[in-house]
């Protein structure tokens, strides 16, 4: 009788084969993941059958079953540049958390019209979509750190430009992708509270708390991370990486 497994694609997935036991001769893939996919039947195929002696018998009779749901492409590793990146937040988790943020903003700010400051480049995605979960009346505006070598002791100057608006007794709220020692934060702060603000609040995407030099009073906060480089949606190494819609750590 023709044996017959199933194999829905995990992680874990080689390991389970390699502790199956018994020999079968017809397999059935399920993924989301058309790379991992591929790379698995090659496993299968290639390395399987002359490394691990369950599978010595096995007759190469695969059904491929294409993506399940998804129409872009999720890969779990990456490579920019130099580096190796593995996925580590996943967009659907990150959106729950922005959801969140933007319903504690609704409630808090609620009547005060709040002018969002968003920090570019860094934070064009997060600001996107806090801003479509924004229900109450609000403006929107960008602005840029330039870093200049400065004669200064810590050597670099950033300079914030493109605040075009009046912020006079304005509810401002900074839209960072990234807080991590907080010196840019603090000298954005610094900046916009000689402009005459009645009260200035911070929204970030990420904190990595471990890093904080600087007292801030973070109020909306997406997800606290490790001390890790991370990459994606719109953080970038050396330029490149802001436009995956998931978040990947450097791997070591
Ligand atoms: P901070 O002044 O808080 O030390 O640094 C904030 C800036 O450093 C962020 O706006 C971001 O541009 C950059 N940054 C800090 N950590 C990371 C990271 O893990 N990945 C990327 N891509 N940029 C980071």
Redesign the pocket.
């Known amino acids: 009788m023709e044996s017959f497994i199933c194999l829905f694609l995990t992680r874990t997935t080689k390991k389970f084969c390699q502790f199956l036991g018994f020999e079968f001769s017809k397999v059935e893939i399920a993924s989301d993941s058309v790379d991992e996919t591929h790379a698995f039947i090659n496993w299968f195929l290639v390395t399987a059958p002359t490394h691990s002696s369950p599978f010595e018998n096995i007759q190469t009779n695969i059904v491929f079953l294409p993506q399940l749901s998804k129409n872009i492409p999720s890969m779990d590793t990456i490579q920019i540049k130099d580096k190796m990146f593995t996925v580590s937040i996943k967009e659907q988790d990150i959106l729950k958390e922005v959801t969140r943020v933007a319903n504690e903003i609704n409630r808090d700010l609620a009547g005060k019209n709040p002018l969002f400051l968003s920090?570019l480049n860094?934070s064009f995605m997060f600001t996107a979509d806090l801003l479509k979960r924004i229900t109450i009346p609000c403006e929107i505006s960008f602005v840029k750190l330039a870093s200049y070598q400065g004669i200064s002791s810590t050597g670099v100057i950033q300079e914030v430009i493109g605040i075009n608006e009046d912020l006079t007794d304005r509810t401002v709220v900074i839209v960072?992708?990234?807080?991590?020692?907080?010196?840019?934060?603090q000298r954005l702060l610094d900046t916009l509270g000689t402009r005459g603000p009645r009260e200035i609040h911070i929204a970030s995407l990420l904190v990595?708390p471990d890093?904080l030099k600087v007292d801030l009073n973070i109020e909306y906060v997406a997800m606290n991370i490790p001390n890790?480089?991370?990459?994606g949606y719109g953080?970038?190494?050396d330029g490149f990486g802001r436009n995956y819609p998931d978040i990947y750590t450097v791997v070591d």
């Open positions: 920090v860094g960072e992708d990234i807080v991590d020692t907080g010196l840019t934060m990595k890093k890790d480089f991370i990459v953080l970038d190494y």
